[in-house]
Protein backbone atom coordinates (compact mmCIF):
# COMPACT_ATOMS: atom_id res chain seq x y z
CA UNK A 1 0.00 0.00 0.00
CA UNK A 2 1.45 3.55 -0.86
CA UNK A 3 -1.37 5.63 -0.06
CA UNK A 4 -5.01 5.12 1.28
CA UNK A 5 -7.27 7.45 1.73
CA UNK A 6 -11.53 7.89 1.38
CA UNK A 7 -11.00 9.19 -2.14
CA UNK A 8 -7.79 7.31 -2.99
CA UNK A 9 -5.92 4.12 -3.12
CA UNK A 10 -2.41 4.08 -4.81
CA UNK A 11 -1.12 0.10 -4.18
CA UNK A 12 1.33 -2.15 -5.84
CA UNK A 13 -0.42 -5.52 -6.81
CA UNK A 14 2.13 -8.99 -8.94
CA UNK A 15 -0.70 -10.37 -11.34
CA UNK A 16 -1.25 -9.94 -15.22
CA UNK A 17 -2.76 -7.05 -17.15
CA UNK A 18 -5.42 -8.98 -18.25
CA UNK A 19 -7.32 -9.56 -14.76
CA UNK A 20 -6.32 -5.81 -13.93
CA UNK A 21 -8.34 -4.66 -17.00
CA UNK A 22 -11.00 -6.79 -15.80
CA UNK A 23 -10.84 -5.86 -13.05
CA UNK A 24 -10.72 -2.21 -13.75
CA UNK A 25 -14.00 -2.69 -16.07
CA UNK A 26 -15.64 -3.76 -12.99
CA UNK A 27 -16.10 0.08 -11.75
CA UNK A 28 -18.16 0.58 -14.23
CA UNK A 29 -20.75 -1.67 -13.64
CA UNK A 30 -20.95 -1.10 -9.17
CA UNK A 31 -24.79 0.68 -9.42
CA UNK A 32 -24.91 3.73 -8.20
CA UNK A 33 -27.60 6.22 -7.29
CA UNK A 34 -27.54 9.72 -9.54
CA UNK A 35 -30.02 12.34 -10.23
CA UNK A 36 -31.26 10.92 -13.82
CA UNK A 37 -35.03 13.06 -14.56
CA UNK A 38 -34.86 16.92 -13.92
CA UNK A 39 -38.24 18.49 -14.55
CA UNK A 40 -37.75 22.57 -14.83
CA UNK A 41 -40.52 24.75 -14.54
CA UNK A 42 -38.41 28.00 -14.43
CA UNK A 43 -34.95 29.06 -15.39
CA UNK A 44 -34.09 32.41 -15.82
CA UNK A 45 -30.20 31.74 -16.19
CA UNK A 46 -28.29 31.68 -19.08
CA UNK A 47 -28.47 28.22 -19.71
CA UNK A 48 -30.44 25.74 -21.62
CA UNK A 49 -32.62 23.51 -19.59
CA UNK A 50 -31.12 20.45 -21.59
CA UNK A 51 -27.28 21.55 -20.16
CA UNK A 52 -28.57 22.48 -16.72
CA UNK A 53 -29.84 18.98 -16.23
CA UNK A 54 -26.64 17.30 -17.51
CA UNK A 55 -24.59 19.54 -14.95
CA UNK A 56 -27.10 18.75 -12.07
CA UNK A 57 -27.42 14.65 -13.49
CA UNK A 58 -23.84 14.59 -13.03
CA UNK A 59 -23.53 15.39 -8.98
CA UNK A 60 -22.23 12.93 -6.94
CA UNK A 61 -24.78 11.45 -4.14
CA UNK A 62 -24.00 10.57 -0.59
CA UNK A 63 -24.41 6.75 -0.47
CA UNK A 64 -26.66 5.44 1.67
CA UNK A 65 -26.82 1.46 2.37
CA UNK A 66 -30.61 1.18 2.72
CA UNK A 67 -31.24 2.35 -1.08
CA UNK A 68 -32.03 -0.74 -3.57
CA UNK A 69 -31.68 -1.25 -7.16
CA UNK A 70 -35.53 0.11 -7.37
CA UNK A 71 -34.90 2.98 -5.08
CA UNK A 72 -35.87 6.36 -5.81
CA UNK A 73 -35.38 9.80 -3.98
CA UNK A 74 -37.04 13.17 -4.79
CA UNK A 75 -35.55 16.60 -4.52
CA UNK A 76 -35.95 20.33 -5.55
CA UNK A 77 -34.27 23.47 -5.91
CA UNK A 78 -35.94 26.64 -5.52
CA UNK A 79 -33.47 29.82 -5.78
CA UNK A 80 -34.03 33.72 -6.02
CA UNK A 81 -30.93 34.83 -5.10
CA UNK A 82 -28.55 37.12 -7.19
CA UNK A 83 -25.49 35.13 -8.07
CA UNK A 84 -24.04 31.55 -7.98
CA UNK A 85 -27.13 28.43 -7.59
CA UNK A 86 -24.71 25.67 -6.01
CA UNK A 87 -25.28 21.76 -5.07
CA UNK A 88 -25.98 23.01 -1.62
CA UNK A 89 -28.93 24.00 -2.82
CA UNK A 90 -30.58 20.82 -3.48
CA UNK A 91 -33.21 20.10 -1.28
CA UNK A 92 -35.00 16.58 -0.59
CA UNK A 93 -33.99 12.80 0.47
CA UNK A 94 -30.45 12.59 -0.25
CA UNK A 95 -27.28 14.87 0.06
CA UNK A 96 -24.65 15.68 -2.85
CA UNK A 97 -21.14 14.60 -1.79
CA UNK A 98 -19.72 18.35 -2.32
CA UNK A 99 -22.21 21.18 -1.76
CA UNK A 100 -20.09 24.13 -4.13
CA UNK A 101 -20.53 22.39 -7.16
CA UNK A 102 -21.55 25.72 -8.82
CA UNK A 103 -24.40 25.09 -11.20
CA UNK A 104 -25.74 28.51 -12.86
CA UNK A 105 -25.67 32.37 -12.39
CA UNK A 106 -28.64 34.12 -11.64
CA UNK A 107 -28.97 37.80 -11.66
CA UNK A 108 -31.70 39.69 -9.92
CA UNK A 109 -34.67 39.51 -10.25
CA UNK A 110 -33.98 36.11 -11.95
CA UNK A 111 -35.22 32.72 -10.70
CA UNK A 112 -34.22 28.75 -11.03
CA UNK A 113 -37.29 26.40 -10.14
CA UNK A 114 -37.20 22.81 -10.56
CA UNK A 115 -37.71 19.36 -9.29
CA UNK A 116 -36.59 15.85 -10.28
CA UNK A 117 -35.44 11.97 -8.90
CA UNK A 118 -33.14 9.69 -8.84
CA UNK A 119 -32.49 6.16 -9.86
CA UNK A 120 -29.87 3.61 -9.62
CA UNK A 121 -27.75 2.57 -12.24
CA UNK A 122 -24.28 1.54 -13.70
CA UNK A 123 -21.88 3.38 -16.17
CA UNK A 124 -22.36 0.98 -18.65
CA UNK A 125 -25.42 3.26 -18.97
CA UNK A 126 -24.31 6.65 -18.52
CA UNK A 127 -21.02 8.30 -16.89
CA UNK A 128 -23.17 9.81 -14.22
CA UNK A 129 -23.49 6.31 -12.05
CA UNK A 130 -19.80 5.40 -12.06
CA UNK A 131 -18.45 5.52 -8.46
CA UNK A 132 -15.28 6.62 -9.41
CA UNK A 133 -11.98 5.17 -12.23
CA UNK A 134 -9.40 2.53 -11.81
CA UNK A 135 -6.28 2.60 -13.72
CA UNK A 136 -3.21 0.82 -13.61
CA UNK A 137 0.92 0.93 -15.42
CA UNK A 138 3.42 -1.40 -15.58
CA UNK A 139 6.35 -1.21 -12.85
CA UNK A 140 9.54 -0.85 -14.49
CA UNK A 141 13.10 -0.66 -13.62
CA UNK A 142 14.55 2.16 -14.99
CA UNK A 143 18.89 1.83 -15.95
CA UNK A 144 20.45 4.83 -17.68
CA UNK A 145 24.02 6.43 -17.60
CA UNK A 146 24.99 7.73 -13.86
CA UNK A 147 25.81 11.06 -15.25
CA UNK A 148 22.18 12.02 -15.20
CA UNK A 149 22.04 10.40 -11.21
CA UNK A 150 22.38 14.22 -9.61
CA UNK A 151 19.81 15.86 -12.19
CA UNK A 152 17.05 12.81 -11.22
CA UNK A 153 17.92 13.07 -7.70
CA UNK A 154 17.38 17.27 -8.24
CA UNK A 155 14.18 17.01 -9.13
CA UNK A 156 12.94 13.65 -7.47
CA UNK A 157 14.44 13.57 -3.98
CA UNK A 158 12.53 10.84 -2.88
CA UNK A 159 13.69 8.41 -5.71
CA UNK A 160 15.91 5.44 -4.36
CA UNK A 161 18.29 5.02 -7.35
CA UNK A 162 21.55 2.32 -7.19
CA UNK A 163 24.68 2.04 -9.11
CA UNK A 164 25.86 -0.29 -11.24
CA UNK A 165 29.22 0.33 -12.39
CA UNK A 166 28.62 3.29 -14.69
CA UNK A 167 24.75 3.14 -14.92
CA UNK A 168 21.94 3.79 -12.38
CA UNK A 169 18.86 2.28 -11.51
CA UNK A 170 15.76 3.34 -10.28
CA UNK A 171 12.78 1.41 -9.69
CA UNK A 172 9.01 3.10 -11.03
CA UNK A 173 6.72 2.12 -8.15
CA UNK A 174 5.85 5.44 -6.52
CA UNK A 175 2.56 7.11 -7.57
CA UNK A 176 3.94 10.17 -9.81
CA UNK A 177 5.60 8.04 -12.83
CA UNK A 178 9.09 9.16 -13.38
CA UNK A 179 9.78 7.57 -16.47
CA UNK A 180 8.44 10.15 -18.57
CA UNK A 181 11.03 12.71 -17.06
CA UNK A 182 13.73 9.67 -17.28
CA UNK A 183 13.35 8.92 -20.81
CA UNK A 184 12.86 13.09 -21.82
CA UNK A 185 16.21 13.47 -19.95
CA UNK A 186 18.15 10.79 -22.38
CA UNK A 187 16.45 11.80 -25.52
CA UNK A 188 18.02 15.20 -25.08
CA UNK A 189 21.37 13.99 -24.34
CA UNK A 190 21.24 11.13 -27.21
CA UNK A 191 21.69 8.68 -24.56
CA UNK A 192 20.28 4.86 -24.49
CA UNK A 193 17.66 4.27 -21.74
CA UNK A 194 16.33 0.64 -21.24
CA UNK A 195 13.78 -0.30 -18.77
CA UNK A 196 13.33 -4.05 -17.99
CA UNK A 197 9.66 -5.49 -16.13
CA UNK A 198 9.25 -6.21 -12.59
CA UNK A 199 6.26 -8.71 -13.11
CA UNK A 200 4.27 -5.80 -10.55
CA UNK A 201 1.83 -3.47 -11.43
CA UNK A 202 0.72 -0.09 -9.75
CA UNK A 203 -2.85 0.81 -9.53
CA UNK A 204 -4.66 3.81 -8.97
CA UNK A 205 -7.95 3.70 -7.31
CA UNK A 206 -9.68 7.68 -7.81
CA UNK A 207 -13.10 7.96 -6.04
CA UNK A 208 -16.42 10.67 -7.20
CA UNK A 209 -17.24 10.83 -3.36
CA UNK A 210 -20.20 8.31 -3.22
CA UNK A 211 -18.00 5.68 -1.74
CA UNK A 212 -14.90 5.21 -0.37
CA UNK A 213 -11.84 4.31 -2.82
CA UNK A 214 -11.36 0.92 -1.32
CA UNK A 215 -14.94 -0.41 -1.62
CA UNK A 216 -15.05 0.78 -5.05
CA UNK A 217 -11.76 -1.77 -5.40
CA UNK A 218 -13.52 -4.31 -3.52
CA UNK A 219 -17.06 -4.26 -5.35
CA UNK A 220 -15.04 -4.26 -8.74
CA UNK A 221 -13.74 -7.95 -7.26
CA UNK A 222 -17.55 -9.32 -6.83
CA UNK A 223 -18.58 -8.30 -10.02
CA UNK A 224 -16.09 -9.84 -11.56
CA UNK A 225 -16.38 -13.08 -9.60
CA UNK A 226 -20.13 -13.29 -10.30
CA UNK A 227 -19.60 -12.83 -13.63
CA UNK A 228 -16.91 -15.66 -13.34
CA UNK A 229 -18.96 -17.99 -11.43
CA UNK A 230 -22.28 -16.83 -14.44
CA UNK A 231 -19.76 -18.00 -17.47
CA UNK A 232 -18.62 -21.25 -15.14
CA UNK A 233 -22.90 -21.99 -15.02
CA UNK A 234 -23.59 -21.02 -18.92
CA UNK A 235 -20.35 -23.48 -20.02
CA UNK A 236 -21.24 -26.77 -17.41
Known amino acids: MIKNTPEKQVFKLKTNETLANAIRRGA????????DEVDISRNDSALYDETLAH???LIPIKFEKGWKE????????????DGYVYSEEIKGEFEPVYGKIPLTLLNANQELKLKGRTRMGT???HAKFTPGIIFFRDIVE????????KEISRVFPEEEIK????????VDDKEKTILDFCEGLAQK???????????????VVESFGQMKAEDIFKKSIEILKKDLKEISKAVK
Open 189 to 203: NRKKITLEETGNLLF
Open 123 to 125: GRE
Open 70 to 81: DTVLKFKIDSKK
Open 28 to 35: GLIPVMAI
Open 55 to 57: RIG
Open 142 to 149: INMDKEFE
Open 163 to 170: TKGSKISI
